[in-house]
């Protein structure tokens, strides 16, 4: 409790905190039952997790050699991630969501998965004694639930790569690879799968489809984008641009797949003559760059799968890499998170060269191409998130119609799917009031501000289950349900004009 007291209030300048008794604990023992939760961390679950295998398709990764592992997965093993939420507030109290999220950020050993003041969620990966740790700590003075959600991160990692029983070298030399949705879209991709789709699929629409080099990554990659535009080039600065990104947090592999899943959709009901794509593309250009962050990405294939960041090296020689979402000229902050941050947004704006190279190829082609539309992809947690990320004290322009087409993706989503995706502004969503570093300098904010008329994110699947690390058979439902919200999105924008 005191180092609690200590942190917070020497992070948010807070004088004499009372914390009401009643919160102290109460009728059952908090300690007690906190125990009974780390002893039951503590059970070996390998034998439980051989016998639910009855997928064929799916092995345990201790039966398989070390050296045929994707990546190290021993280094996940004595993680798990956990769910704090339904917490009490009272008014004379830090809030918890500040107090725990500060707590946290001190520590080099917790790791935040993702974090919603409005949908009143923290997860979190650590290990036992952390978990001891935080939640003796937190019970002294809060209220509030906990809860496992993942107690064995090397298997449900190992099981996001593609598994090698499905022979993936046989698909790419079959053609059925590129011009199959089922075959491309059964595992996640490597970066360099997507760019070899890429290059097929316009090889296959050479009209219609074009690469757009955007610029070069830290450590040298490419980040290349497909325009899809049906119209000739001398129409094309009447046409207004919808910009749909993905990848921008290198984890979030869902929003990879399913930035390609939508392109791709998109090019079948074209050629299949669906009247309603057709009228969307003969008045809308699209530009799909599902990789925001190669270096980060190819990170999560060769070394870390909960890899955040881009690979840029920081002024602290032991931490790389710059969350590129935090990099863009809006509102940017710097000197609140370390370079060891997952949330650390570089020392000056667009020092991210991802966002650099982006705001570039932007003006570069703001006059040939101008951009209406942009929808950011990322996972997890179900969320249409509109602006401003960086407070709620400023109202975006033209509220009443974001909201409208918020609720309105939301709802195409759950006619596809039934799922729900939550409705929030994104500085609710992440109490960017309690904690500016949350939401300052975001692409989306940028984007809506400087470039885009409309600009939404979309939280993708799941609500917590697997977060980052949805298996892949989610890849086609999720990319099905989205397609469906862009199709709204399509028709509310020609409808607008
Ligand atoms: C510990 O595990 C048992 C059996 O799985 C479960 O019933 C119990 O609720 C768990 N205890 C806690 C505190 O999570
Ligand atoms: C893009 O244009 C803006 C506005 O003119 C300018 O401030 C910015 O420096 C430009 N970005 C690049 C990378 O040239
Ligand atoms: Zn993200």
Known sequence: MRLLFTLTALVYNTAAIQYPLSFLSSNNDPALSINSFIDNLSQDLSDFEISSLNDNDIAYYKQIEPSNWPIDLEQYSTDFVIRLFDWIDTDDDIPF?????????????????????????????????????????????????????LNNLPQTIFETYPQSQLSSLEEEENDDFITNSELFFKTYRDIDSIYAWFDLLVNTYPDILSIEYIGNTFEGRPMKALRLSVHSDSKSNEIKTVVITGGIHAREWISVSTTCYILFQLLQDYENGKVSVIRYLENLDFLFLPLMNPDGYTYTWTNERLWRKNKQQTFNPRCQGIDIDHSFDFHF???????????????????????????????????????????????????????????????????????????????????????????????????????????????????????????????????????????????TPVGKEIYSSIKYFAAFLLSDK
């Open 333 to 475: 902050t710097s000197g609140i998170e370390s370079p060891c941050s997952d949330d650390y947004p570089g020392e000056s704006v667009f020092e991210a060269l991802e966002s650099y190279n982006w705001d570039n190829y932007l003006n570069e082609t703001k006059h040939s191409h101008p951009i209406y539309a942009y929808i950011d992809l990322h996972s997890y947690a179900q969320e249409v998130l509109y602006p401003y990320a960086y407070s709620c004290d400023i109202l975006p322009r033209d509220e009443e119609n974001l909201l409208e087409l918020a609720y309105g993706l939301s709802q195409s989503i759950r006619l596809k799917s039934g799922k729900y995706y939550q409705i929030f502004k994104a500085c609710q969503d992440k109490g960017a009031d309690l904690l500016p570093s949350m939401g300052s300098g975001s692409a989306l904010d940028y984007m809506y501000h400087n470039k885009a008329y409309w600009a939404f994110v979309l939280k993708l699947r799941d609500s917590g289950t697997h977060g980052f690390l949805l298996p892949s058979k989610y890849i």
């Open 97 to 149: 969501y500040q107090s725990t999220l500060s707590l946290i950020k001190e520590q080099q050993n917790i790791k935040i998965w993702d974090s919603s003041l409005a949908s009143k969620f923290i997860d979190i990966q650590l290990n036992k004694d952390m978990a001891q740790y935080l939640l003796t700590e937190l019970s002294s003075q809060y209220k509030f639930n906990y809860k496992l959600l």
